[in-house]
């Protein structure tokens, strides 16, 4: 463990960026009534609390009606392309490594499984219980995770009883959020570069990578070393 001064709380709400958010008011429904119409069904994202999600899938007017029931106060939310029931989709997908995504699947008898970051053993069919089931009524979508990557077809934030709009969402990650996001790109075999930031422990050493955010440190065990020399002669 090292301790790191800091000039102040990476929470300190000071320091959030907000953005003026669109309310989810009726106009928004109605958005969302006509993209059910065209689409046949839609994706809805709430986001309650952090990164606390829950999700509903809505194919008419009675499914907004009982959605909006149930939501909670100053939750965000996202309108996303309906989820598929072609497994060979969502596999392909999950197999390209696009982007950092969650993984969305639903039960047949409509309820959601808990979402999941999307990593490529889940796009595998040859296996006894396969993550993307091809069986009748599984539907699963691909929603992106990363601000960045995030284009979805309708976004509002709801607001208070009397209709005014009071939530505001933060923008910017803090930390630790940037830690984990950092953190859930990497996978099983990716070479990242870094440099030494201690010396060499009867176990190992700590690297500092360089693609990582600030109080990210790799450690790089005794055995999994080794040294060889560079093309101008110095050693590695």
Known sequence: MFVNH???SPYDPAGDRVVDDRAADEAFWTEVAGLIADRGGVLLEECHLGNAYRWYRLT?????RSTRTRL???ARLA???DLSEDAEEVRAGIARRERLAWLVRQHPNGRFHPECVAEPQMARADVPNPYVSAAPG???ALVPVREVDRRPLSTGVLPDADGV????WR?????AEERHTFLAT???GDIVTGVVATGLHDVGVFVDPDCAPDGVLGFLRTPEMSSSRSPDGSSR
């Open 186 to 188: 990497l996978r099983i």
């Open 138 to 140: 599984h539907r699963a």
């Open 79 to 81: 309108v996303w392309p």
């Open 6 to 8: 800091v000039a102040s």
């Open 171 to 175: 923008s910017n990650e803090t930390a």
């Open 60 to 64: 008419d007017e009675a499914d907004i």
């Open 72 to 74: 909670t106060p100053r």
């Open 165 to 168: 709009l009071r939530a505001r």
